[in-house]
């Protein structure tokens, strides 16, 4: 079973990574943890980059408030789940605003260190949070069509389950709004429920 030492390891490479010269870095990567859960999100803002650490502005505190609510405060989700994203640099900003989406390129350069984590760590569960985490795993058109259900897809080599999460950012009106507002209680509900999830939560 791969210990902490190895995922610290990893992670002091992720750090050094400077394969896209147009994202901003350095590279944000979560705490040094041996999950059965993985949380796989879009790519940092720029005050992650700030801070060193994913989801840790305006929708971290959404996002964490969704996970509180089946029983993970942010401290202790931090400490028991994995987190990775499709990338790990900041991509920078828009002329007319809003964060600018990671090319093809870009997440072609970024998929090894995710995929380096799977293969590590196993996870039991993943949690792609947003469009462009889903899409890693399943077509995905329309957020209605895979959020609220449990996917059993094969993942590098092995069939694991997905729960997918819509994106907590501020300027996304999908999770605040019917059917969204539905559809994400049955994902939190569906993680609530799963072997992985309550083996975490056992030791909180």
Known sequence: MTDIKTIEQHQCRLRRCQRCPDMQGPPVTG???????MLIGQAPGNREIELHRPFAWTAGKTLFGWFARIGLEEDHFRQQVYMAAVCRCFPGKLDKGGDRVPTREEIANCRS???QEIELLQPQLLLPVGKLAIAQFMPVNKLNDVIGQRHRIEVEGKVRDIIPLPHPSGASTWHRTEPGISLLNK????IKRHPAWKEISAEC
């Open 31 to 37: 705490q040094s943890v041996v999950s059965p859960v």
């Open 113 to 115: 260190w995710w995929q």
């Open 187 to 190: 994902a939190l509900q569906e």
